[in-house]
């Protein structure tokens, strides 16, 4: 059974003190040897635990009880066999000015795997449970100092591989997002609830929400929320990375093409054609943006079993590609074939970008532009050597403008990177669509609320307004212990 927690039910009135949950303990640090490692402790009773375990230097009767918070000591961690486990700084955080809102304390132990895992037992002995992964994060969450997409935005930063993906995590960390949905959702909120109160008056036959403003704010609500739906388009390339087939037929020097971007020789390369029979996919970061890079079997008939199930396969990722990098032989004219071929791609794939690679330039003595006759305008060909790297520039070049919108994450607006939140926008946009030709309608009042209170449960789910133990389970799953 999900248990429902609603934020703004367990708000805490202001002034009132913060909810301190059970004791927590974990390393916070990766494991392996390093000049420190930490490990911290969060929860009710931890001020008591740490004067258990830590003896301050200069100071026999120190206690954290009575220390101030933001403040650093040094002293050892004893165990309860009164062994010296480490020599520590132990740095002190009381409620609610600290990450989880609760009193933490951090120890900066030597770093080192036994002498942080036995820090961390003795932690344990006295009181501590071991934290689950993100629970640090999920009290600061539970304990309203940060939203569900700030939250989230700490595991994206954790793992981000990208400046994008960094920079984007951090506009949602500063509340990028979450004010824009606030706002959106108050907006609603308001609508909701003037119309809930018409229902109350029905008697009476009272209009406090004007239908046609009502309904001008509804596209405009609307309209922004088809805004960061759209941005999920890029915010998408910005987490997953931007799929980026490489194609042709057989023998042009797709694999070459792979190695030479990477710059090592993952795929196999020969003379022979039908060299590569399944897809590869490897990752490639171009000045900070994420490109996943798919090698595929040159498109060919072919009798053989295997190599046909590698075509149908290079076909499916074609069909999933953002961008296209098709490479042809430019030692010989652009054939019917290729032709053909580049015309059904463009026709599979309308939304994908697409480069024409004439390959093996380094062969040629000039440039040797193909015709492109019966090909739409715009497909421009780049004149390239897999082998020597001859125009290279201009392809790198073409595939950062593809990744174009870097200039909104850089100015730390918001964008959808998350696929939960792009579902609940894209849950919340046909609720209000509905709402919407209700109220073209004039239909019945309880039935347009209807309609605005899924919208609104949709909107709050993303923020964590609204939520439940599976979801949070869910995001915080994917963190790390500690964090
Ligand atoms: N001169 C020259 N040779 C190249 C270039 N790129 C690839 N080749 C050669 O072309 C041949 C085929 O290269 P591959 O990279 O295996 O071609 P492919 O498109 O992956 O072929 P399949 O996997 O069979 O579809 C190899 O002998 C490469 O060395 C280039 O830019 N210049
Ligand atoms: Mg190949």
Avoid: W
């Avoid at 979450?178 to 609603?188: P, W």
């Avoid at 990098?325 to 430019?330: A, E, I, P």
Wanted: include cysteine.
């Amino acid at each position: 059974m999900n248990n429902f927690i609603c934020r703004e039910d367990s708000k805490h009135p202001p002034g009132a003190p913060l909810q301190q949950l059970e004791p927590i303990a974990a390393v916070a640090t990766p494991v392996g040897e390093g000049a420190i490692s930490i490990v911290r402790m969060s929860g009710e009773g931890i001020l008591n635990i740490g004067d258990k375990v830590f003896q301050k230097t200069t100071h026999p009767q120190f206690s954290f009880n009575v220390a101030k918070t933001h403040t650093a000591h040094v002293g050892n961690i004893i165990n309860q066999s009164n062994q010296m486990i480490d020599e520590v700084v132990a740095v002190l955080y009381k409620t609610p000015n600290s990450y989880t809102t609760e009193d933490s304390i951090e120890f900066n132990c030597h770093g080192g795997v036994i002498v942080t895992e036995t820090v961390l037992q003795t932690l344990l002995e006295a009181g501590c449970r071991l934290a689950e992964p993100g629970e640090f994060t999920r009290r600061a969450f539970l304990n309203g100092r940060i939203d569900l997409v700030q939250a989230e935005a700490i595991g994206e930063m954790i793992h981000a591989k990208t400046t994008a993906a960094y920079r984007s995590a951090m506009a949602h960390l500063k509340g990028a997002l979450s004010e824009k949905l606030s706002k959106l959702r108050e907006s609603l909120l308001e609508a909701c609830a003037l119309l809930e109160l018409e229902l109350d008056f029905s008697e009476e036959d009272l209009e406090f929400q004007n239908r046609d403003e009502f309904k001008h704010n509804l596209s405009a609500m609307l309209e922004e929320l088809e805004a960061l739906a759209d941005s999920f388009n890029y915010g998408k390339f910005v987490s997953e990375g931007i799929s980026t087939a490489i194609i042709g037929r057989p023998n042009a020097g797709k694999s070459t093409l792979l190695n030479a971007l990477l710059g090592k020789d993952r795929a196999i390369v020969s003379a022979i054609p039908g060299t590569t029979r399944d897809y590869i996919e490897e990752r490639f970061v171009l000045e900070g943006l994420l490109f996943r890079l798919i090698d595929t079997a040159g498109l060919r008939q072919s009798a053989d079993e295997l190599e046909s199930e590698g075509i149908k396969r290079s076909y499916e990722k074609i069909e999933e590609a953002d961008l296209i990098l098709y490479v042809h032989d430019g030692q010989n004219p652009l054939s019917e074939v290729e032709t053909e071929e580049i015309r059904q791609l463009q026709k599979r794939s309308p939304h994908a970008k697409f480069l024409l690679l004439c390959n093996k330039s380094d062969k040629l003595q000039s440039k040797n532009n193909p015709k492109l006759s019966g090909l739409t305008s715009g497909i421009k060909p780049i004149q390239i050597s897999a082998l020597t790297q001859l125009g290279f520039d201009e392809l790198k070049s073409e595939m950062k403008t593809v990744a174009s919108g870097m200039d909104a994450i850089q100015e730390g607006s918001a964008i959808v990177t998350n696929q939960r939140h792009a579902e609940a926008i894209r849950l919340a946009i046909e609720r209000l669509k509905v709402a919407q030709s209700l109220a073209k309608e004039d239909a019945e009042t309880e039935l347009i609320t209807s309609d605005l209170r899924d919208a609104l449960h949709q909107i709050g789910s993303i923020i964590g307004q609204v939520t439940t133990d599976d979801i949070l389970n869910h995001i915080f799953e994917k963190f790390c212990i500690g964090k």
